[in-house]
């Protein structure tokens, strides 16, 4: 883990995190992470929390939720990617950090690099009934439950965004 951490401060890539949703590769968001105007971001490996949590998808926009209940649910399968400061504070802003959603670190297994504690971001405040929907250890947009992701651009009213206004700049600098 030391070998990793000290690769990956030598790119500028000082944190680790954890995406089990639409940031992962194939799915509707991950183009987000990869844009180089948002931040830095580096596929290291895939993992799995150690913990079990309930991973759902519930809202009109069949959103996947990691609900912050510990105990609960399944051991969920993850990618882990290294990034900057700048990809940290786009993916807060993303993600509606710390008022919809709450950053924490857990500990996640992989193979590569044993256990590390990457970023992982959770619905801290949610209705009780979310408990009661299909739990999932592996999310997939496009998978055989049918609740595909309603992408930011087709929807409706408030919550459309059909891009991000933050501001890009590239540097060579941490």
Known sequence: MDKLRKSLADDC?????FVYGTL???????????????????FICNGQTLDRWPLVIASQYNIPYLLYK??????????????????????????????YYTRRQMPVSTLEHG???????????????????????DYNSYGQHGLRYVERC?????????????????????
């Not at 890539?13 to 995190?17: A, G, R, T």
């Not at 992962?24 to 580096?42: D, F, I, R, T, Y």
């Open 115 to 137: 256990t590390i504690e990457p970023w992982i971001y959770f619905l801290n405040q949610y209705k009780l009934e979310m408990l009661q929907l299909p739990m999932y250890a």
């Open 70 to 99: 510990s105990d609960t649910g399944h051991k969920i399968q993850g990618e882990i990617y290294a990034i900057d400061a700048e990809m940290l504070k786009f993916l807060d802003e993303f993600e509606g950090h710390p008022s």
């Open 13 to 17: 890539l000082e944190h680790l995190v």
């Open 24 to 42: 992962k590769k194939s799915q509707p968001n991950h183009p987000v992470l990869v844009e180089s105007k948002n931040g830095q971001a580096k």
């Open 154 to 174: 087709d929807r409706q009213g408030p919550n459309a965004n059909c891009g991000h206004t933050e501001k890009s700049q590239v540097t060579n600098d941490c």
